[in-house]
């Protein structure tokens, strides 16, 4: 993929180098960007996240790990504020989200949900360019800046020769890249990614998460939840891992990711060895029964 090099609209980006691969920490003295104070999110009657207090370290790759249906979406939809909680809140830079404009949230974070709806009839130019809405204003509709954001989305996530295409005509794994090609375009320093590798064949994933890895050293903030452990462990800086809507385990992947902590969250039984290529933990599942001798 061509490498993200964003568009020039005034503002600074990756102002702070040093990203702190490895650590639960943001650069020092740097305040989390985003924090869940005491959340507790619910459908109807049905409470999904219990009173989780969860700190975005500054400039981390967060990653969320768990089982199907645990509350990872969840949780991102309330960090987003396309969620209210039940109780308790989020805080963006500080401030209570909530009490904090629409647009002004729109240009510090951006959300990648996990099944956006597509527009009817939309092609993928204007899909992306309504990543730009937060930018546009009654006096200053559209402007170049806006124009080079969506030209370098859709560079940075191949997307460009499919332009005047209708969204609704492609694939899956185009669809996603398109839908991230928007989030990427918003320009903004948060950016909230639902399972972002989802649809993609693994050559499409392992790109996506190599321009996501260039967006976490640029500067950017980013929280992904992934399904992949491997992924996961590979490119978080913080992981942190979900069962029943509670925080069990938070920190570098290196120690999150254990045979235990896998047991106990997935519930399946798993080596943890060496990832050969980045040497983080790699979680290899054994097979149930007796193993086959040796020859
Ligand atoms: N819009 C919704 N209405 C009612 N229940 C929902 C809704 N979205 C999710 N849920 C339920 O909340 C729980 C957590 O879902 P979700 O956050 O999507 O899990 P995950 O992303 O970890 O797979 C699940 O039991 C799911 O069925
Ligand atoms: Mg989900």
């Known amino acids: ?51 989780l207090t969860l700190e975005v370290p500054a400039g981390s790759f967060t990653v969320v790990i768990g089982p ?25 830079h500080g401030r209570p989200i909530a009490e904090q404009r629409p647009k002004e949230v729109a240009r510090r974070l951006a959300l990648l949900p996990q099944s956006p709806v597509t ?7 204007d899909l992306v360019a309504r990543g730009r809405y937060p930018h546009q204003r009654v006096l200053r509709p559209w402007s170049t800046a806006d124009a080079a954001a969506v030209g370098a989305a ?11 295409r209708p969204v609704a005509e492609l694939s899956g794994g185009q669809r ?32 996506v998460m190599e321009l996501l890895a260039r967006l976490h050293e640029e500067g950017r903030t980013l929280v992904a939840v992934l399904h992949d452990l491997n992924q996961a462990a590979r ?12 925080v069990v385990a938070q920190g570098p992947p290196a120690e999150v990711v254990t045979e235990a902590l896998v047991e106990d969250v997935f519930g399946l039984p798993c080596r ?21 001798a040796a020859v």
Do not use: F
């Not at 969840?74 to 308790?88: F, V």
């Not at 943890?272 to 193993?291: A, F």
């Open 1 to 51: 993929m061509t490498r993200w090099t964003g568009a020039t609209n005034g503002t600074t980006r990756g102002a702070t180098t040093g990203t702190t691969t490895g650590t639960a920490t943001g650069p020092a003295g740097r305040a989390a960007p985003l924090v869940a104070e005491r959340l507790t999110l619910a459908y109807d009657d049905r409470v999904v996240v219990h009173d």
């Open 68 to 92: 199907n249906g645990c509350g990872k979406s969840t949780l991102l939809r309330a960090l987003a504020r396309t969620l209210r909680p039940r109780d308790g809140h989020v805080l963006l």
């Open 119 to 125: 527009p009817e009839a939309i092609t993928v130019a």
């Open 154 to 164: 859709m560079a940075a996530t191949e997307v460009a020769d499919l332009a005047e």
């Open 176 to 207: 996603q890249r398109v839908w991230l090609a928007m989030a990427l375009a918003q320009e903004t320093d948060l950016l909230l990614l639902d399972e972002p590798t989802t649809y993609l064949d693994i050559a499409h994933a392992v790109e």
């Open 235 to 246: 490119y978080a800086t913080h992981l942190v891992a979900l069962r029943d809507g509670r």
């Open 272 to 292: 943890v060895v060496p990832d050969p290529e980045t040497g983080t933990p790699l979680v290899v599942p054994r097979r149930p029964g007796p193993r086959p």
